[in-house]
């Protein structure tokens, strides 16, 4: 019987991305954990059935708030020895029967790798609906516009090239049931958006262990 947790992370105040956590858990209250900043948000999850875990305000100190991902992932990794760690658009389309088990089985390290155009920043933009929150107020069109120039500077230097595309780790989906993983990760520390220098050398590693990658196109 697996003992995986699958681990979820939340902080800040945007209200609009509300709209991606399910009413109730999908997964079970007792096997998804949300490791969460801010008591108001703690609150929230509880309200609709979510096994939850507060967050200190000091636990991470780097220089990226994506680090607190890797505060998470070594945080549980310790706690439950193995974890897949998701972002919230990551939905469970099918049940969790054997198959999902063996594969994951199979390595004990898993991250998905995403093909990204190759100017990254043009289609993603345009791939945002009209209508959607963060297009609507000057605040977040900006912080999103910051967020782009990013990854059109990174995206086009840390990645490996398959055709037009531009290959680079996913880190929001993540398998391990090395508990050292995420410790390894924040030593490393080369933080930036999406934490696409530090994957970039991250997947080199997994490779050479003979780590199992999965290709997804988006």
Wanted: hydrophobic share 40%.
């Amino acid at each position: 019987m697996s003992k995986l947790k699958f681990i979820r992370t939340w902080w800040g105040d945007q209200q609009d991305k509300w709209l991606e956590v399910p009413k109730i858990p999908l997964i079970s209250s007792k096997n998804e954990i949300v490791y969460v900043w801010g008591k108001e948000n703690l609150n929230k999850f509880k309200e609709r059935g979510y096994n939850c875990v507060l967050m200190e305000e000091d636990e991470f100190n780097g220089k990226s708030i994506y680090g607190k991902k890797l505060t998470v992932l070594n945080k549980a990794l310790k706690e439950w020895g193995e974890v897949l760690m998701l972002d919230w658009d990551c939905c469970l389309s099918l049940p969790l029967d054997d198959n999902f088990y063996t594969m994951l089985s199979k390595k004990p390290i898993q991250v998905p790798l995403y093909a990204h155009h190759k100017e990254p920043d043009i289609a993603l933009l345009e791939a945002i609906p009209d209508n959607h929150p963060i297009l609507q107020s000057e605040k977040t069109y900006i912080d999103l516009i910051t967020n782009l120039e990013s990854i059109a500077l990174e995206i086009p230097k840390y990645h490996w090239k398959w055709n037009d595309n531009l290959i680079v780790p996913n880190f929001g989906c993540v398998y391990s049931r090395d508990i050292n993983l995420g410790e390894d990760l924040i030593k490393i520390q080369i933080l930036n958006f999406h934490l696409l220098i530090l994957m970039f050398c991250i997947v080199h590693r997994l490779l050479k262990l003979g780590i199992h990658l999965v290709l997804h196109f988006g």
